[in-house]
């Protein structure tokens, strides 16, 4: 099946700073990816969809200057946290849907963000 | 508003015990359905989908969900709950992107 995978897995960094997530479709090409924030013990949340070649589409309430995504080509997208602060600490998921427009959706492993 | 309700937000079970996990959705159609798995710190496993046709179907892990238009439901169920199956489980609906009902967890007693 597809894959998609994360990078880092785990990033501590002090406030303040800037921190990317990287997110590759391994086998296949991804014109649009979403990225999702989990939050300890809570659901998925939807934050952004991300779209090759464009900009991306961000849901009611996350702050675009400080979840920058870029979505520069078809196997990598980007999500960068700005000047991060201690509550941005989260899980951060990103997806991608498949060749077929199934819905179904290939996961990455997810990358834990602490903010110091 | 399109919703996705999971009503149970932790369930134990005792190992070997019948399972049954809930999932209720409002869209205006039936969207796509899906039941993911998510270990401690780990990403998500897809346990199964439902797309169209047949409307129980057979998952990874001896899981199986049935789709109820009439109650628009799409209940995850195992017939016996293994020590390794403790997790926490996902109900996921896709129209135009995924959303995820808020997780029910899954703790097995020995």
């Known amino acids: 099946g597809a894959v998609v995978s994360q990078h880092p897995s785990r990033v501590i960094c002090k406030s303040g700073t800037s921190v990317k997530i990287e997110c590759r479709s391994l086998d296949f090409q991804a014109t649009t990816m979403f990225w999702y924030r989990q939050f300890p013990k809570k659901s998925l949340m939807l934050m952004a969809t991300s779209n090759e070649g464009s900009k991306a589409t961000y849901e009611q309430g996350v702050e675009k200057d400080k979840f920058l995504i870029n979505h520069a080509s078809l196997t990598l997208s980007t999500l960068t946290v700005t000047s991060a602060h201690p509550e941005d600490s989260s899980f951060y998921i990103c997806?991608?849907?498949?060749?077929?427009?199934?819905?179904?959706?290939?996961f990455g492993e997810g990358s834990r963000l602490t903010v110091l | 508003a399109q919703s996705v309700t999971q009503p149970d937000i932790h369930i134990t079970v005792s190992e070997g015990a019948s399972l049954e996990l809930r999932c209720n959705y409002s869209?205006?159609?039936?969207?796509?359905l899906f039941w993911y798995v998510q270990s401690p710190g780990q990403g998500l496993q897809l346990l199964l989908k439902?797309?169209?046709?047949?409307?129980l179907v057979q998952g990874i892990k001896g899981f199986e969900a049935e789709f109820k238009r009439s109650q628009s439901s799409f209940n995850l169920r195992k017939p016996s709950v293994h020590w390794s199956d403790a997790a926490e489980y996902f109900c996921a609906v896709y129209r135009n992107d995924m959303r995820f009902g808020a997780g029910t967890r899954l703790t097995v007693k020995p």
């Open positions: 439902y797309f169209s046709g047949d409307t």
């Open positions: 869209y205006g159609a039936t969207p796509y």
């Open positions: 997806s991608a849907p498949g060749a077929q427009d199934t819905g179904e959706l290939f």
